[in-house]
């Protein structure tokens, strides 16, 4: 079993630093405000929530930018998905018919594209093949 790890590249890590940092000056400027309106109404939801808002968002925009500023540091980059795959990627020529291969490699003979050792040699190789 092979594992295949899916990341960001550097030049998007790049890019999100730069917009997180931007959407956390941001977010934080808005907290306070809206923190301090809040808490000259009356609404005890109000005065929960909207701090609780601003604490999840706020949270979730470091979350990021810690990961991607890491992406950055490391010399091979942080995965952000790893998928386990039986026997890696399946290539399109394992997952034909050897049937229509055969007919895809005779019309390649008939239209002159490949030779008649090309397609002696190639036809032996599919069936050789386990079908």
């Known amino acids: 079993m092979s594992t295949v790890k899916v990341k960001p590249s550097k030049t998007l890590s790049a890019g999100s630093?730069?917009?997180?940092?931007?959407?956390?000056?941001?977010g934080i400027g808005f907290a306070v405000f809206s923190i301090i309106d809040v808490f000259d109404s009356d609404e005890l939801s109000l005065?929960?929530?909207?701090?609780?808002?601003?604490?999840?968002?706020?949270?979730?925009?470091?979350?990021?930018?810690?990961?991607h500023v890491m992406n950055l540091k490391g010399s091979k980059g942080l995965s952000m998905i790893d998928i386990d795959t039986e026997s890696g990627f399946p290539t399109g020529e394992t997952e034909r018919d050897?049937?229509?291969?055969?007919?895809?490699?005779?019309?390649?003979?008939?239209d002159g594209l490949i030779s008649s050792e090309e397609y002696s040699r190639k036809r032996t190789e599919i069936m050789e093949k386990k079908w």
């Open 17 to 26: 630093v730069v917009m997180l940092i931007f959407m956390l000056l941001f």
């Open 47 to 67: 005065k929960i929530l909207v701090p609780l808002f601003f604490t999840v968002f706020i949270g979730a925009i470091v979350f990021i930018l810690v990961y």
């Open 98 to 110: 050897p049937i229509k291969r055969l007919r895809d490699l005779e019309a390649l003979k008939k």
